[in-house]
C-alpha cells in the first residue's frame, strides 16, 4: 500500500460512522468470514458465493452493510473534488444521469447536483441499515418478507457511485495510488451482486468494461 493511500484510508474518511456488527452474533461471523476470504487472496468469485447452510438475507445483510462502509470510505477520499461546481448532475458521463427520489421530499426523479445525491444517498441508505425493523440485529427476529427488494434498491444506487468514482474522479484515486484499492471493492462489489442477481443487468451496463 502506498504512503499516499495509507494516508487517505486510516483516516477512516466517511460520510458516516461505520455500521458494525455486534460480537457473538452470527452476522458477525459471517462478517468476519468474508473478511478473512478477501485477505487470504482467494479468487473474489469464490468469496461472494453463499457459504453451504447459511441464510441468504443474513449473508446478503452482511455484505449491504460492508459495501456501505467500504463505498462510503472511497467515496470520502474524493468528496473535496466533487462539488457543485465540478459535478453539477450526478450523472457517469454523457449517456447516464441518475436522477434522486425518495418518495418523501422528491417524490418525483429530480435532478440534482452529484454532491447532495451522494449525501441524500449516504442519509437513506444509513436510515435503513439501521432501522431494526428492515435490519434486525436480535437473534430470532425475521427479516420482512421484502428485504431482499430493499437490498437490492441500496445495492443499485450504490453502483451509481462507483460510476461516478470511475467516470468522474478516477484520476484523483490515481494520483492517490488507491485505484487498486477501488478496483478490488468494485470486483467484489460486481461478483456480488452479479451471483445473487440483485442488480439489473442494464444498470451496470457503465462499467461493465472494468468488470
Not at 102 to 109: A, G, L
Request: hydrophobic fraction near 40%; aromatic fraction near 14%.
Amino acid at each position: 500500500m502506498s504512503i499516499g493511500l495509507k494516508q487517505v484510508f486510516n483516516k477512516d474518511k466517511t460520510f458516516r460512522p461505520k455500521r458494525k456488527f455486534d460480537p457473538g452474533t452470527q452476522r458477525f461471523e459471517l462478517h468476519k468470514r468474508a473478511q478473512a476470504s478477501l485477505s487470504s487472496g482467494v479468487d473474489l468469485k469464490a468469496t461472494v458465493q453463499l457459504p453451504f447452510g447459511e441464510d441468504l438475507n443474513d449473508w446478503v445483510a452482511v455484505h449491504v452493510v460492508d459495501f456501505f462502509n467500504r463505498i462510503n470510505l472511497i467515496y470520502g477520499t474524493i468528496c473535496d473534488f466533487c462539488t457543485e461546481r465540478t459535478c453539477p448532475v450526478m450523472s457517469g458521463g454523457p449517456k447516464y444521469e441518475y436522477r434522486w427520489q425518495d418518495d418523501m421530499k422528491y417524490k418525483k426523479p429530480t435532478a440534482l447536483p452529484a454532491p447532495q445525491y451522494m449525501n441524500l444517498l449516504m442519509d437513506w441508505i444509513e436510515v435503513q441499515i439501521n432501522n431494526e425493523d428492515i435490519f434486525p440485529t436480535s437473534v430470532g427476529v425475521p427479516f420482512p418478507k421484502n428485504f431482499l427488494q430493499i437490498c437490492k434498491k441500496i445495492l443499485c444506487r450504490l453502483f451509481r457511485v462507483f460510476v461516478h468514482v470511475y467516470i468522474h474522479h478516477f484520476d484523483r484515486i490515481i494520483l492517490m495510488g488507491a485505484e487498486a484499492h477501488v478496483n478490488t471493492c468494485y470486483k467484489h462489489f460486481y461478483y456480488f451482486v452479479t451471483e445473487l442477481n440483485l442488480i439489473d443487468r442494464k444498470e451496470l451496463e457503465p462499467l461493465v468494461s472494468r468488470k
